[in-house]
């Protein structure tokens, strides 16, 4: 992050392309390119994604210099996270990155599997070797929803498929609102989680990243000094919080929502405490939150109506499952769920520790309550996974004697 350069691209064609490779985890493969497995493996296979078994992938056709990094975890493999640590050596403080890559879908698991994800969290620290990029803890990590690749293609037929047809890819773009004192560094982080199902085959390709130290638009000082904002799910709402320092003729802070991150709508209002050297603490709950990724920003408005907005923050709700209470989480014949209400429930399917299934049930949807026989299961333990008519889950642990 030099001030004569601007921008930084990778796009992945120096992983091995015909024969596997090896990466030690917390290594550089490419300049400024780290992985972290939680097995203690080292290889790199590069595949078309015909590849069944869990493992980091190079992904791309066969023979073809084009690459894509990705991976598939498992039991066996472990789970994976790779990610970017840059410096900012520009001389000043880095206010904003836009960032942009294709998400890339090469293997769908198999029919039974529902919608895959590999997620995007960013952290800044003065010290590199303060970053942790084990998939085992987000600490420190900051999670940023709009940049996690959602795979596009689900409950199918296992298959192979080209990661570089549009069909099987899709554009992720942002712009992170954080800053970097020169001197600092900025890592990027991509997770790739084990499912309850078998994987599918995600990746990333065509990574960019552009910053700025003066942007070409003057930044809005708010007349609040803002020292935190934060949104959470909490059962059916969304809990929106934030703590300010100071505050100078703060009237009041509308609160605003979004469904793509650009056209926002006020949804409320929270009184200011006009001015005060002390700050205070505020909240609002979103009553009535939208299904999946919903944005929230603050519009502080002066006294005098003046305005400036906050830095954006987003959530992740999962649409149509209510939440359902399964008991007991420890049997030897069958489990009882209930759920809030009727109209959602639409499968049931019981995994165990390795994936593989071995119940599926369609349920009666005008139902609240479901009796699940699962007296034909060896003794062990296993996942109870709900699912709603728009692939939505929900996982519930259990052990059957």
Request: charged share 20%; glycine share 8%.
């Amino acid at each position: 992050m030099g001030r004569e350069l601007t921008n930084y691209t990778q796009d992945f064609n120096s992983l091995p392309a015909v024969n596997d490779g090896i990466w030690e985890n917390g290594t550089s493969y490419m300049d400024s390119w780290f992985v972290q497995r939680t097995k203690e493996t080292n290889t790199i296979v590069a595949s078309p994604g015909n590849n069944i078994a869990g493992n980091l992938y190079s992904f791309g056709s066969d023979n073809s210099i084009d690459r894509a990094l990705g991976a598939q975890s498992s039991y066996n493999a472990g789970e994976f996270a790779w990610g970017v640590l840059l410096q900012n050596n520009t001389g000043d403080t880095i206010h904003t990155v836009d960032v942009s890559f294709y998400g890339e879908q090469w293997r769908i698991s198999n029919i039974d599997a529902g919608e895959h994800k590999i997620d995007f969290y960013y952290a800044v620290s003065s010290d590199k070797e303060a970053f942790q990029l084990s998939p085992r803890s987000d600490k420190n990590w900051i999670p940023y929803p709009a940049l996690n690749f959602n795979g596009p293609h689900f409950y199918t037929r296992g298959r192979a498929l080209n990661g570089n047809n549009a069909a099987n890819r899709r554009l992720m773009e942002a712009v992170l609102t954080v800053d970097i004192p020169d001197g600092h560094y900025l890592m990027l982080r991509w997770k790739d989680d084990n499912e309850y199902e078998v994987d599918h085959g995600l990746a990333i390709d065509d990574f960019s990243i552009t910053w700025s130290v003066k942007p070409d638009e003057p930044i809005v000082v708010l007349p609040v000094e803002l020292a935190r904002f934060t949104a959470k799910v909490s059962g059916p709402v969304v809990d929106l919080q934030w703590l300010t320092a100071s505050e100078m003729q703060n009237d009041y802070f509308s609160v605003e929502r979004s469904s793509d991150g650009q056209a926002f709508e006020s949804i409320g209002r929270v009184a200011g405490h006009g001015t005060t050297a002390i700050g205070a603490a505020y909240k609002f709950a979103d009553n009535h939150p939208l299904a999946g990724i919903s944005y929230y920003r603050l519009k502080q408005v002066d006294e005098d109506g003046s305005h400036a907005y906050s830095a954006v923050v987003a959530v992740t709700r999962a649409a149509g499952l209510k939440v359902a209470k399964v008991y007991p989480t420890i049997t030897t014949d069958k489990l009882q769920v209930s759920v809030e209400q009727t109209g959602v429930m639409h499968q049931v399917l019981v995994l165990d520790m390795l994936g593989k299934q071995w119940l599926l049930e369609a349920l009666d949807n005008t139902a609240l309550h479901h009796t699940i026989d699962v007296s034909n299961l060896r003794g062990g333990s296993y996942v109870l996974v709900l699912l709603d008519e728009q692939g939505q889950r929900q996982t519930t642990r259990f052990i059957k004697n």
